[in-house]
C-alpha cells in the first residue's frame, strides 16, 4: 500500500489487487500492532483505489448492488425466505454437487439453511417454557434511557427472531426501545470490498436518521455493523457537513451485549444446554469486546457455555469473502467447524450474523447436528421462560 502511494507500485496490477483482495480484513493485526496502525482503514481505502482502475468481480459487483438498495434487498431476502421455509435451500446443499459452477450455489444454500435458527426450548432436555420452573429472582429495572435499534440488511431479511429477541431482552432490562425510520443498512460490506462512496451514502442516511430520533444509543446486535459505524468518524471525515454529525452517532453505538452487560443483565431462568462460544472478528478485534456477550450468557442459569480453541482466529465467512473467495475461505471455516464441534456442544454460539451463517453452513454440510445461536436469542429463551415479557406487557 505504501508503495502505491509512493508510485512505485501501480494499483491495477495483478499484485496488488491480488494480496489486498485475499485478505480476509479480520483486523487482528490491529490489537497486536506496537504502533496502533489502523490496518482496517488502510485496507478499505487500498481496495478502493485498486477498484478505481479495475472494477471488482461480478459477483462482488452484484452483492454490493443489491445490498446497497433497499427494492432488491427485499426481493433477495423474501425469496431466501421461501427457498428456506420450503426446505428446498436445505435439500439444495444436501445433493447439490461441491465442486466447479455448483460450489458457490451450494454454499449460499447451506448459508440460507443455516437461517432457520435453532431452539434451546427444544435442545438437550426437551423441556418446554411452562414446565421449566422460574427465575432466581431480579427484580424490575427502573428505566435505563431510550435506544433505537440498527434492523440491518441480514438480521433484516433473514434473522427477524434476533431484532426481535434484542428489542425484547433490552426491555426487559428497563430500556425504551423506539422504531428508527429511514434507516438503511450499515454500509460495512460496502467499505469493506472498496466501494466507499456507496457506504458514505448509507452512513449518511444512517446518521441522519438516529440522530433525528433522538436515541441516547444505538444498539446493533451485528459485529461488522457495530465496528462499521463505529467508524462512520473515519469514512466522513472528509465531508464537512458529517464529519461532527457521524461522531455524535458513534459515540452512541453499542453493541447489544456492550450494553446488557453495562447494565448487569437480569438472570432468567433455566436453560438446560450447552454453547460453544466464537468471537466474532469485529467484535473482538475490531470494537475489543471480549467479555460482554460471556457475561450476557452467564445471566441464563443452567446454560454451559466453553469458548472454542483459537476463537480469536476468523470463520472465513469476512462478510461476502466466503462467497467471493470459496476455497480459501472454506479451508479457514473448516478448523472454525471441526473447533465448534470438538467441544460436542449442543449449537455454536456468535453474535453475529455474518459469522452465524458461515459457521452453521460448514456444520450443515459436514450433516453435524449442532445449530447457532446468537447469544440474545438464548437470553431470550431465559427470559420468555421466567415469565419477563408478561411484566413488560403489564
Known amino acids: 500500500m505504501k508503495a502505491v502511494v509512493e508510485g512505485r507500485l501501480d494499483p491495477g496490477s495483478d499484485a496488488f489487487r491480488s494480496h489486498i483482495d485475499r485478505c480476509l480484513g479480520c483486523r487482528a493485526c490491529e490489537p497486536v500492532c506496537p504502533s496502533g496502525v489502523e490496518y482496517g482503514t488502510l485496507l478499505e481505502l487500498a481496495r478502493h483505489t485498486a477498484a478505481s482502475r479495475v472494477a471488482p468481480g461480478l459477483l462482488t459487483r452484484g452483492l454490493l448492488t443489491v445490498m446497497g438498495s433497499r427494492a432488491l434487498r427485499s426481493l433477495l431476502f423474501g425469496g431466501g425466505r421461501v427457498l428456506r421455509a420450503t426446505g428446498l435451500a436445505a435439500l439444495g446443499a444436501k445433493l447439490m454437487p461441491g465442486f466447479g459452477p455448483f460450489r458457490n450455489a451450494r454454499l449460499g444454500l447451506a448459508m440460507l439453511a443455516a437461517t432457520s435458527g435453532w431452539r434451546a426450548a427444544r435442545g438437550a432436555t426437551g423441556a418446554t417454557r411452562a414446565s421449566v420452573g422460574t427465575a432466581e429472582g431480579t427484580a424490575a429495572p427502573t428505566s435505563r434511557g431510550t435506544v433505537g435499534l440498527l434492523v440491518g440488511c441480514v438480521q433484516e431479511g433473514l434473522y427477524g427472531r434476533i431484532n426481535d429477541a434484542t428489542v425484547r431482552t433490552l426491555q426487559a432490562n428497563g430500556f425504551r426501545v423506539v422504531e428508527v425510520r429511514g434507516q438503511d443498512c450499515c454500509g460495512a460490506l460496502h467499505a469493506h470490498a472498496g466501494d466507499l462512496e456507496r457506504a458514505r451514502a448509507l452512513a449518511k442516511a444512517n446518521v441522519d436518521a438516529f440522530l433525528e430520533a433522538g436515541v441516547e444509543r444505538v444498539v446493533v446486535n451485528a459485529a461488522g455493523c457495530g465496528a462499521a459505524m463505529k467508524d462512520y468518524v473515519t469514512l466522513l471525515e472528509t465531508d464537512a ?23 448487569g443483565p437480569r438472570s432468567g431462568a433455566p436453560v438446560e444446554a450447552s ?18 456477550p460471556l457475561d450476557v450468557l452467564a445471566a441464563v442459569p443452567a446454560l454451559q457455555v466453553r469458548v472454542v480453541a483459537n476463537a480469536s482466529e476468523c470463520c472465513g465467512g469476512a462478510g461476502i469473502y466466503g462467497l467471493t473467495h470459496p476455497d480459501l475461505g472454506g479451508r479457514i471455516g473448516a478448523d472454525k467447524v471441526a473447533a465448534v464441534r470438538a467441544v460436542g456442544a449442543d449449537a455454536a454460539c456468535t453474535p453475529n450474523p455474518g459469522c452465524m451463517m458461515q459457521i452453521g453452513a460448514g456444520l450443515r454440510l459436514e450433516g453435524a447436528r449442532e445449530g447457532v445461536v446468537h447469544p440474545v436469542e438464548l437470553l431470550d429463551e431465559s427470559y420468555l421462560r421466567a415469565g419477563y415479557y408478561e411484566e413488560v406487557a403489564r
Not at 247 to 261: M, N, P, Q, S
Open 275 to 292: 454453547v460453544a462460544y466464537d468471537h466474532p472478528c469485529h467484535l473482538l478485534h475490531a470494537q475489543r469486546i471480549e467479555r460482554a
Open 241 to 263: 457537513e458529517y464529519r461532527e454529525r457521524a461522531r455524535l452517532l458513534a459515540d452512541r453505538v453499542a453493541d447489544v451485549t456492550e450494553l446488557l452487560a453495562e447494565a
